[in-house]
């Protein structure tokens, strides 16, 4: 799951256009140009040329962590799997995009406030079955959230976004009184194991799973728990698709879901502190999405159907993983990532701005 503000909400806010400072060079030629003719030479002497500069791309081409974690999110894992070298980046070194371009929510911001409100609905009225007090118990929470993150002067492209995720809600009311109807209780939001972390053997030895399940269903007549997480989107794709790639013997590209299971097993029940999963009822547990799409008709429960030996090797993939992390060196290897040219990272890989030189001379 996911909390907290996306990135763009604080940019969304009405504010006055700052100008640029132009004492401060804003690109490396602009820098050239204000540097004084002295200080170009080598040793900062006039008359003197410097050696020709190199500089290459990505400038730390194999990155190494302090030590090996100890911990992961179950939500990091993604990245791993897709390329390791940009999991270094971003955890390791902490890379993370800070720009004032946004007008409007992108899209982590919007699901980021949509997560927030269902969160709240679900600890104060997440146990309404009618479909108005629904609907009205969420309309609350979206204004005050949305109250709390931009005030009350946001830009109207803003409100017209709070608008369109209100009619989201109003179609998930109607979809939570039919589910509550069928026996269904929420049962848990947020939910996140007491502690670090949950161990998971690699090798013999543990590193701590971390991380919260938005939602934990549980039917009151057969007992069968269903793990969740919420998905708001523009179009919302199914667990399989999110979670595996490829034709005929697929490869697992996301654990997320698949690793709910051991944050689950994890959680203590709050009256007697024993598990809130009776042993029992872990081979009922299912797992799926709660979407909520652009189109409001198809906002509802999207379950995976992974089978038992699925779920083993997603656990298997997780250990691979695992093993990459602690090797504790990781590797750029061109022509292995491509990103978009609007991905915050691809000018560090030289993609879409400079060509990577290739040698000594650049």
């Given at each position: 799951?996911?909390?907290?503000?996306?990135k763009?909400?604080?940019?969304?806010?009405?504010?006055?256009?700052?100008?640029?400072?132009?004492?401060?060079?804003?690109?490396?030629?602009?820098?050239?140009?204000?540097e004084?003719?002295?200080?170009?030479?080598?040793?900062?002497?006039?008359?003197?040329?410097?050696?020709?500069?190199?500089?290459?791309?990505?400038?730390?081409?194999?990155?190494?962590?302090?030590?090996?974690?100890?911990?992961?999110?179950?939500?990091?894992?993604?990245?791993?799997?897709?390329?390791?070298?940009?999991?270094?980046?971003?955890?390791?070194?902490?890379?993370?995009?800070?720009?004032?371009?946004?007008r409007?929510?992108?899209?982590?911001?919007?699901?980021?406030?949509?997560?927030?409100?269902?969160?709240?609905?679900?600890?104060?009225?997440?146990?309404?079955?009618?479909?108005?007090?629904?609907?009205?118990?969420l309309?609350?929470?979206?204004?005050?959230?949305?109250?709390?993150?931009?005030?009350?002067?946001?830009?109207?492209?803003?409100?017209?976004?709070?608008?369109?995720?209100?009619?989201?809600?109003?179609?998930?009311?109607?979809?939570?009184?039919?589910?509550?109807?069928?026996?269904w209780?929420?049962?848990?939001?947020?939910?996140?194991p007491?502690?670090?972390?949950?161990?998971?053997?690699?090798?013999?030895?543990?590193?701590?799973?971390?991380?919260?399940?938005?939602?934990?269903?549980?039917?009151s007549?057969?007992?069968?728990?269903?793990?969740?997480?919420?998905?708001?989107?523009?179009?919302?794709?199914?667990?399989?698709?999110?979670?595996?790639?490829?034709?005929g013997?697929?490869?697992?590209?996301?654990?997320?879901?698949?690793?709910?299971?051991?944050?689950?097993?994890?959680?203590?029940?709050?009256?007697?502190?024993?598990?809130?999963?009776?042993?029992?009822?872990?081979?009922?547990?299912?797992?799926?999405?709660?979407?909520?799409?652009?189109?409001?008709?198809?906002?509802?429960?999207?379950?995976?159907?992974?089978?038992?030996?699925?779920?083993?090797?997603?656990?298997?993939?997780?250990?691979?993983?695992?093993?990459?992390?602690?090797?504790?060196?990781?590797?750029?290897?061109?022509?292995?990532?491509?990103?978009?040219?609007?991905?915050?990272?691809?000018?560090i890989?030289?993609?879409?701005?400079?060509?990577p030189?290739?040698?000594?001379d650049?």
């Open positions: 799951g996911t909390g907290g503000k996306g763009g909400e604080e940019d969304a806010r009405r504010e006055p256009e700052a100008k640029p400072d132009r004492s401060t060079p804003t690109s490396a030629a602009e820098a050239s140009r204000a004084p003719d002295g200080a170009r030479g080598a040793g900062g002497s006039s008359g003197e040329e410097r050696p020709p500069r190199t500089f290459h791309l990505p400038p730390e081409p194999t990155i190494r962590d302090a030590a090996p974690p100890d911990r992961i999110r179950v939500t990091a894992f993604r990245r791993l799997l897709q390329a390791p070298y940009l999991y270094a980046l971003e955890s390791i070194l902490g890379l993370e995009a800070v720009h004032d371009r946004d409007e929510m992108d899209g982590a911001a919007f699901g980021s406030l949509g997560h927030r409100v269902l969160q709240r609905w679900g600890e104060a009225d997440g146990g309404l079955s009618d479909p108005l007090r629904i609907a009205e118990s309309r609350d929470h979206l204004e005050a959230e949305f109250r709390s993150r931009f005030g009350t002067a946001a830009h109207p492209a803003v409100r017209i976004q709070k608008e369109q995720l209100g009619a989201r809600l109003s179609a998930f009311a109607r979809w939570q009184a039919e589910r509550r109807s069928q026996g209780e929420i049962v848990r939001v947020e939910a996140e007491p502690g670090p972390g949950v161990g998971f053997t690699v090798d013999g030895s543990d590193i701590l799973l971390r991380g919260k399940i938005d939602r934990m269903d549980r039917h007549e057969s007992g069968r728990w269903q793990l969740l997480d919420y998905k708001i989107g523009d179009r919302v794709r199914g667990p399989d698709e999110v979670h595996r790639q490829g034709r013997e697929k490869r697992w590209v996301d654990l997320q879901l698949p690793l709910y299971r051991h944050l689950a097993r994890a959680l203590r029940s709050p009256g007697d502190d024993g598990p809130l999963i009776a042993a029992e009822e872990e081979v009922a547990m299912e797992l799926g999405y709660v979407a909520l799409p652009r189109d409001r008709e198809r906002v509802g429960l999207l379950k995976s159907s992974w089978s038992g030996q699925d779920l083993k090797a997603a656990d298997e993939t997780a250990r691979a993983a695992v093993r990459l992390l602690r090797e504790n060196v990781f590797r750029y290897e061109a022509g292995t990532i491509r990103l978009r040219d609007d991905d915050p990272l691809a000018p890989l030289g993609q879409g701005v400079l060509a030189g290739e040698g000594p650049g």
